[in-house]
């Protein structure tokens, strides 16, 4: 992260709090040093950022100060935040820590009554421990997704049958409950629909599919708009 960077997620992180942070807790936040934390604190302070506390106790911003403003409306807000929220607890772990900085800058612009609303959303997605195989998944299939890395699946049906496919990994769709992976399987030279948690084995291979507009997520969404998957 570029030390620019870091310092605009300093001010984002302590705008986005009512209690003291201490400097332990932003050097773990921003992934530096707790001497990195100091220093960029003291830099801010230097450069008139109204940064109140001290090193051993804790920073907060003082009140009045502002980043530039994003216009939400308290629904806006709310379905933002349960989103991202959402996206921690459901995709993987790469995304989840984007999701938590989102919601750190999203914060990081609300007043105090704003955020006093946002600590009583009633909406939580708890990140559980036995979610993490499927959330490791989760990311190796994005990774597929963006690479156009095709992928070799041992997959169980419903009735438990074992099937081998080579597939194209076209996009990841969440339906009531569950993700599934949907490719082009080059076994039924079809569109096919793979649940995460029934994918026994996958290997990324080193070959890449082309680009083709009738082997497509865009296609096979607009399939199923028209009725035609």
């Not at 009554?113 to 990311?139: F, G, I, K, M, T």
């Not at 699946?153 to 599934?180: C, E, F, M």
């Not at 629909?193 to 507009?213: G, K, Q, V, W, Y």
Request: proline share 5%.
């Amino acid at each position: 992260m570029r030390r620019a960077d870091r310092l605009f997620e300093l001010v984002t992180l302590l705008r986005g709090r009512r209690m003291a942070v201490t400097g332990r807790e932003l050097a773990g936040a921003l992934e530096v040093s707790l001497r990195t934390v100091y220093r960029d604190v003291a830099d801010l302070q230097a450069q008139g950022v109204p940064i109140d506390g001290e090193a051993g106790v804790g920073y907060r911003l003082s009140p009045g100060f502002d980043l530039p403003p994003v216009m939400f409306d308290r629904h806006e807000v709310m379905a933002l935040l349960v989103g991202a929220r959402m996206v921690e607890a459901f995709t993987d772990p790469a995304l989840g820590a984007s999701a938590r900085k989102a919601e750190a800058k999203i914060r990081a612009i609300l007043d105090d009554p704003a955020l006093a609303a946002a600590d009583a959303l009633p909406y939580r997605a708890p990140v559980l421990p036995s979610d993490a195989p499927l959330r490791e998944r989760h990311q190796r299939i994005r990774e597929a997704c963006e690479a156009r890395a095709k992928l070799r699946l041992d997959y169980r049906d419903a009735g438990g049958a074992t099937s081998h496919r080579v597939v194209w990994p076209l996009g990841l769709l969440a339906w009531t409950g569950r993700w599934t992976l949907l490719a082009w399987c080059e076994m039924r030279g079809d569109y096919r629909n793979f649940r995460f948690d029934r994918i026994d084995r996958m290997t990324t291979l080193e070959d890449r599919f082309p680009l083709r507009a009738d082997r497509s997520l865009t296609h096979y969404i607009a399939g199923l708009d028209h009725g035609l998957i």
